[in-house]
């Protein structure tokens, strides 16, 4: 057997649980959505210190559309928000910040916002947080299989390492370790090509109460995992 790497070099978390975390309370979903963000920098700050390079979070699915127009709404308001204030902090911390999914569907401001973050930290050296937003790993598959076509790439030449340049984390490793919050056990359109081999880990704690006892105890988790790739 092959033997878990540790630390992760890559983690990925479908943060899950934002809304029953506000109805437990008797808050309004998007005062769950709110907690769920003043969560994020916490978190990416031990995954950090344990030594991750790279921490991708999934914030909004391309399903997520079909939600309450209130509900999207507020979501959108809030990644706006996110951007302006954490992104000044997330540059002089060394983090660079990357996007993962669609952008075409954002308006016209948020998508410079989204790039503009981008583009500030794009030399940044330390770890890398990957902000799956208006994203679905078939939309993603099929966006990429889409560019190979118009191409021009013979089919002779399409194989697994050429068709991963074309998906949205062309320059980042597949996630060793994929944890989901919230109680649910399924991937939910979550990086289905990169998590072919990840390791999974799902958790009853709701995202907004997600922190450093539960880190740990995922960490510690996935040290005593074995990864055979297939291998004997």
Not at 60 to 71: C, G, K, L, Y
Not at 150 to 176: C, H, K, Q, V, W
Not at 210 to 225: A, P
Request: charged share 25%; with cysteine.
């Amino acid at each position: 057997m092959i033997q878990t790497n540790y630390p992760p070099q890559h983690v990925a978390i479908i943060m899950d649980g934002n809304g029953r975390w506000a109805k437990k309370r008797r808050l309004p979903r998007l005062a769950g959505h709110n907690a769920g963000g003043e969560n994020i920098r916490p978190v990416v700050k031990i995954f950090a210190d344990y030594g991750v390079k790279y921490l991708t979070l999934y914030m909004f699915s391309t399903e997520n559309w079909n939600r309450p127009r209130i509900e999207v709404a507020g979501l959108l308001g809030l990644l706006a928000k996110k951007i302006d204030h954490e992104t000044p902090a997330f540059h002089q911390e060394n983090i660079r910040l990357v996007h993962l999914g669609r952008l075409d569907r954002l308006s016209q401001k948020l998508r410079e916002k989204v790039k503009a973050a981008v583009e500030l930290t794009k030399n940044n050296t330390g770890l890398t947080l990957c902000l799956a937003f208006d994203y679905g790993g078939r939309d993603e598959i099929v966006q990429a299989a889409s560019r190979i076509a118009d191409a021009g790439i013979p089919t002779d030449n399409i194989d697994e390492s050429m068709f991963a340049r074309y998906l949205y984390s062309t320059d980042i490793p597949d996630p060793d370790l994929v944890i989901r919050t919230g109680g649910e056990s399924r991937l939910s359109n979550f990086l289905l090509w990169q998590a072919a081999y990840s390791e999974l880990y799902f958790t009853p704690v709701l995202w907004p109460d997600f922190g450093l006892k539960d880190v740990e105890e995922v960490l510690s988790e996935y040290k005593r995992r074995q990864r055979s790739f297939g291998k004997i």
